[in-house]
């Protein structure tokens, strides 16, 4: 047998994803969140930033006493009040870390933080090290690290792990890295940087041009053994790795990445819709794994395949993920099996006769309304048979 290698899920959903646009939560709201992200069985929750309010800062401090079992990251730039904050609001975690971070690439250095690069390596190593007096596990980020200049990124991350931090993250800030540059960006850190070898390895992807999966997977391929996500990808601008992606991802190819998560993916679909719900954050139709449309069927070919085996044009079980079971849409592309099929599910058996009435009245139905609901396919059926359907 062999052993797949575990990855750790970081959930952000709560932090990067409250910074979308229009998400910002209630505390009480982040406190229900959190209990559902537990029961995922994510491994880290980012329940916010604890310098930003009065609010924010107690909604941490409750999530980190209620949620023993579960992994509470504070987070911080490198910044003394913050770290202060973000130390004080975790205080009480059965298991906790703090999460630094300050900007590496050249045009955030100069227009973000004006500071020389000389003057950032200094941040860094003061306040790892200030945080590191409180905390022992420090995870440090290096942001926007894929338009950093490479030597520049080396630097840091070594003045980082000299501190003490126990974690490097290396994020794509703003989701503009192609998978094959991405990956081996880790293992060339591992290898160049001084004590790179002793440090774990995290990602945190943004999905401006739709790659936040693909890279967080790349990262993966290189040895990273955590992943940051956020349910439903929400986000920043276009949102981070989405988690129910990436966790299928795993689940469904797992075998040939050699990796798995601890997720109960039977949470997935709950904890898609509560933070919709939370957020006023619709989920798109065609989004994958939690979209209305992700396990839905119209067209007939498909239909007739899947009445004959599941896995015709289906590579996951949507009961499995907490989803209502795959539905089969009727509509004007449709079958005669998949009427047929249908209305037998109401106990209807129709000749072939009646079944040619039927279908000729469907699909008229269907030019008209698009999609042919039951109740209305039943009516159809006491039309052109003398059969009552109830
Ligand atoms: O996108 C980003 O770079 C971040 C870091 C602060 C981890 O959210
Ligand atoms: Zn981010």
Known sequence: MTTQRRIQIFDTTLRDGEQAPGASLKPEQKIVLARQLAKLGVDVIEPGFAISSPGEFQAIQQISR?????EICGFARCVRADIDAAVAATQDAARRRLHL???????????????????????????????????????????????????????????????????????????????????????????????GDRVIYSTHCHNDLGLAVANSLAAIRHGVTQVEVSVNGVGERAGNCALEE????????????????????????????????????????????????AFQH??????????????TYEIMDPEAMGIPRSMIILGKHSGRHAIKHRV????????????????ARFKEKADETKIVTDDVLLQLVGESTQIAVE
Request: charge should be negative.
């Open 298 to 311: 119209e067209s007939g070919i498909h239909q007739d395949g899947l009445l004959k085996n599941r896995n």
């Open 344 to 359: 037998s599910e109401y106990g209807v058996k129709l000749q072939d006769q009646e079944l040619d009435d039927v279908y």
């Open 101 to 195: 971070f300050i900007s590496a690439s050249q045009i955030h250095l100069d227009f973000q933080l004006r500071k020389t690069r000389e003057q950032v390596i200094q941040d860094v190593r003061n306040m790892i090290g200030y945080g590191k007096q409180s905390v022992e596990q420090i995870e440090f980020s290096p942001m926007d690290a894929s338009r950093a200049d490479r030597d520049f990124l080396y630097q840091i991350i070594e003045a980082a792990i000299d501190e003490g931090a126990t974690i490097i993250n290396i994020p794509d800030t703003l989701g503009y890295a192609l998978p094959e540059e991405f990956g081996p960006l880790f293992s060339d850190v591992r290898r160049n940087v001084r004590g």
């Open 66 to 70: 209620e949620l023993q079992e579960t």
């Open 246 to 293: 990436l966790v299928m991802a795993i689940e469904t190819r797992g075998a040939s990445l050699g990796v798995e998560t601890g997720i109960r993916s039977s949470e997935i679909f709950e904890t898609s819709r509560m933070v919709s719900r939370a957020m006023h954050f619709p989920i798109s139709f065609n989004k994958p794994i939690v979209g209305r449309n």
